[in-house]
C-alpha cells in the first residue's frame, strides 16, 4: 500500500488524501475545548478494499494525538478502528 500525505482540509473540515482523481477523508467538527468529533469517514468506491480507509484512520488520529486533542469518534469505521486498536483509546474523551 503507497503511503499517502494527510491533508488537514480546514476550509472543508476533513482530513484527507489526494488518491488521483479522489479524495478519501474523514469530516469533523472541532469545539472551542480542544475537542473533535470525527463524523464520517468516506473512501471511493474505486479505491476501497486497498487499506487506504485504515491508513486514513491512523494518520488522523496520529495527528489529533500531536495537537493535544480529545477526540469523540462518532464514525463507525472510525470507532472500529480504535476498538481493533486500543491504544487508541487514550485520546478518547471519556465521559
Not at 11 to 34: L, M, Q, W
Not at 39 to 54: E, K, N
Not at 63 to 83: D, H, R, S, W
Request: glycine share 8%; with cysteine; aromatic share 10%.
Amino acid at each position: 500500500m503507497e503511503g499517502y500525505k494527510l491533508i488537514d482540509n480546514k476550509a472543508k473540515s476533513r482530513y484527507e488524501f489526494k488518491v488521483g482523481e479522489y479524495v478519501p477523508c474523514i469530516e469533523y467538527i472541532t469545539s472551542n475545548d480542544n475537542e473533535i468529533f470525527l463524523t464520517h469517514t468516506l473512501v471511493p468506491a474505486p479505491l476501497r478494499g486497498q487499506g487506504i480507509g485504515t491508513q486514513l484512520v491512523k494518520e488522523t488520529l496520529e495527528n489529533i494525538k500531536e495537537k493535544g486533542m480529545n477526540l469523540t469518534p462518532l464514525c463507525g469505521f472510525v470507532i472500529a478502528y480504535i476498538q481493533r486498536y486500543p491504544e487508541w483509546k487514550k485520546i478518547v474523551k471519556q465521559p
